[in-house]
């Protein structure tokens, strides 16, 4: 079976105006369905809000308190500002704050960062006093952090093989690194972890998950709400909805696709409510279909599992209907739970847990739910299980 899904989506209000991201933004996360873990904006007991810079149930981190780089922001005067999340232990939430990039190791010497850049997912990072190293050439190098009171060192330690994009091998490859890090100012290769991993599987835990950089998007780490924004430069794992809808051929950069970037991160994590919550695991197959000529996958009216969209102008991108005996995974939430909560369409406020608005049921007469096989739509390959 193929490991992808269907996606249709039909952007109401392609390219409007958003308002962009700020740390505080980073911390932002709506409620998980029957629990609420994020009840305060600033604090949340979730770093990667499933499946949006890893893999559903996979781990990223580089340090004991699990800090995920979020975003490099480049200084217009010369200079790289790090953003992420990670683990405070006197609060027992992860919270969005900073990290200071001290230095870059090259060849065994230390180098002030004057930027890092990204292009078709090829990196470059120029490094004061060096030519800029592009692509392949990053393999050696070593970004020292100070996080909180720590110093840890992320090094990519090699640049692995082209990963042919799915749909068109020669213009949508991914171009990723092996990442581990280590504390301390340089690498250790004795004590070094791995960066990401994927999801455990079938009781074994979770292999090394390569890492790719993406330029021009600013991605909620929890909500993976987007907006555009090319000062910043995204690192993140592998089989993360930002890299696995890059590899489906989805481009972010054209104001005229982009609504089907953000629809398509919601659709893989299965969040059917644009938020924190999602419905799916790891090596779920599912079609996709979209208004783009993308990924024209064949749906059918009766099976498909849902539409994705706008459901009004300036509104969050989210299902637009789900077919509640079609869906993809119906005993998986975040966090996982053994009684099998379903998706019952209701989304619910991450303060009072209350229903905030409903999801429609899907329709198998396509004139009355024009939005179903519209912009963006998918179908689980595997038979559903029992509503």
């Known amino acids: 079976m193929r ?126 006093g060096l030519p800029p190293l592009t692509g392949p050439q990053i393999a050696g190098l070593s970004l020292v952090f100070k996080v909180d009171d720590g110093t840890w060192t992320l090094t990519f330690t090699e640049s692995l093989a082209d990963d042919p994009g799915f749909n068109n091998a020669s213009t949508y490859p991914l171009k990723e690194f092996h990442a581990m890090w280590n504390a301390g100012d340089g690498y250790n290769s004795s004590v070094a972890k791995e960066y990401c991993t994927r999801a455990p599987l079938n009781g074994n835990p979770g292999k090394m998950d390569p890492v790719v950089f993406q330029q021009g998007i600013d991605v909620n780490p929890i909500t993976a709400v987007m907006v555009q924004n090319n000062s910043v430069v995204t690192l993140s794992c592998r089989h993360g909805s930002l890299a696995t809808v890059r590899w489906w051929g989805y481009s972010y950069r054209d104001p005229n696709t982009a609504d089907l970037f953000e629809a398509a991160m919601h659709m893989k994590r299965a969040s059917y409510c644009g938020d924190d919550t999602f419905y799916t695991r790891r090596d779920t197959q599912i079609l996709i279909r979209d208004s783009s000529n993308i990924m024209q996958d064949p749906l059918d009216p009766i099976e498909f599992e849902a539409s994705w969209g706008r459901p009004s102008a300036g509104s969050p991108i989210r299902a637009l209907c789900v077919n509640k005996f079609w869906r993809r995974r119906p005993g998986v939430n975040f966090p996982p739970d053994p009684s099998g909560v379903k998706f019952n369409g209701d989304c619910l406020s991450p303060v009072t847990g209350q229903v905030l608005f409903s999801i429609p049921e899907c329709t198998n007469d396509l004139s009355a739910y024009p939005a179903a096989f519209g912009m963006l739509s998918d179908q689980a390959v595997d038979p559903p299980l029992a509503p």
């Open 3 to 128: 490991n992808f899904i269907g996606l249709v989506v039909v952007a109401l209000t392609v390219g409007c105006a958003t308002e962009a991201l700020e740390t505080s933004d980073m911390d932002q996360a709506t409620g998980v369905k029957g629990g609420g873990t994020c009840p305060d904006p600033t604090d949340c007991t979730l770093n990667n809000g499933g499946g949006v810079y890893t893999e559903e149930l996979g781990t990223i981190g580089l340090d004991p308190d699990q800090y995920m780089i979020g975003r490099f922001v480049n200084d217009s005067f010369g200079g790289v500002e790090v953003e992420g999340r990670g683990y405070s232990p006197s609060t027992g939430n992860f919270y969005g704050h900073s990290a200071e990039l001290v230095h870059a190791i090259y060849n065994g010497h230390a180098y002030a960062v004057s930027s890092i850049t990204e292009w078709l997912t090829l990196p470059t990072v120029t490094l004061f």
